[in-house]
């Protein structure tokens, strides 16, 4: 019974680590949020009135949906190293997937020194070099987000300061002469 609870401990972290992988952008509500955004943006446009084709959108409408369009293909297709860097890490390609076998033949070396079979050790080195790297990026990015979403009022308050401080009165200019 007692070798048991090593083996199920480890099936219950790898499974949990793939559950988290696969599973936590559905369960996080990210999703929700993005059709919140598009019923948004649906019932923030105007209902056609006319069924000609030629008419066209107002041209902030045509801005904002060629935006969300570059936006969605963005975050659909970023690339290995765009995850990276938006992580803030300066690796390679090559560095993130050494880590990744390194953190999978890591994981494989304690399934087996634990004694929990092979298939089990197999499961663990899967979730350890594929799962936790993806995850790691995942929190980076969330935690740099985060950051700069915190210091951001404070640049901009800055930046207007500074803006509002040098800004000459009327006639006052040095370059002009009158």
């Known amino acids: 019974m007692t070798g048991n609870l090593p083996l199920f401990f480890l099936v219950a972290v790898a499974i949990g680590g793939l559950a988290w992988v696969f599973l936590y952008p559905t369960l996080s509500g990210e999703k929700k949020a993005e059709k919140r955004r598009e019923t948004v943006v649906r019932t923030g446009s105007s209902p056609p009135t006319r069924t000609v084709r030629n008419v066209q959108k107002p041209r902030r409408e045509q801005i904002e949906a060629t935006l969300k369009q570059v936006e969605d293909r963005r975050a659909k297709s ?45 499961g663990f080195a899967f979730a350890a070099g594929c799962g936790l790297p993806m995850w790691l990026l995942k929190f980076l990015k969330k935690r740099r987000e985060a950051k700069f979403l915190r210091a951001f009022p404070d640049a901009v308050d800055v930046i207007v300061r500074g803006v509002k401080g040098r800004a000459p009165g009327p006639g006052k200019f040095p370059h002009h002469r009158q």
């Not at 995850?83 to 050494?98: D, E, M, N, T």
């Not at 994981?107 to 634990?114: A, E, M, P, Q």
């Open 78 to 122: 970023a690339s290995l190293s765009g995850r990276i860097a938006q992580a803030g890490l300066a690796w390679s390609k090559q560095r993130f997937f050494i880590t990744s076998g390194l953190l999978g033949l890591v994981g494989l070396t304690v399934g087996i020194l634990l004694g929990i079979g092979l298939l089990p050790a197999l």
